[in-house]
């Protein structure tokens, strides 16, 4: 279980990178206020499973945290994106 001021920089970046996703996406893939959640649901749940399968992502020290930053923004754009073109299909099928 990771601690709380991990939790805290998972989820700014998750956040930073939803919402820079968003600012990308404008148009059919865009979440609106919802690049926000899905970045930040991408970024914590992502840097969990990925430090649980890549221990060096863990610890408290410089390299770790920055790795652990750019992890979290990346899969909180990631997460954006899928989200994003997700909804867009399923409003063409309607």
Request: net charge positive; proline share 4%; hydrophobic share 50%.
């Amino acid at each position: 279980m990771p601690d709380t001021v991990s939790l805290i920089i998972w989820l700014i970046a998750g956040v930073t990178g939803g919402y820079a996703a968003g600012e990308l996406l404008k148009g059919d893939y865009d979440l609106g206020p919802g690049n926000i959640v899905a970045g930040a649901i991408g970024g914590v749940v992502g840097v969990g499973i990925l430090q649980f399968l890549i221990p060096a992502l863990s610890g408290f020290d410089v390299g770790p945290i920055l790795r652990q930053v750019l992890t979290a923004a990346a899969l909180g754009a990631v997460a954006t994106v899928v989200a994003g073109i997700v909804k867009s299909r399923r409003r063409r099928r309607r």
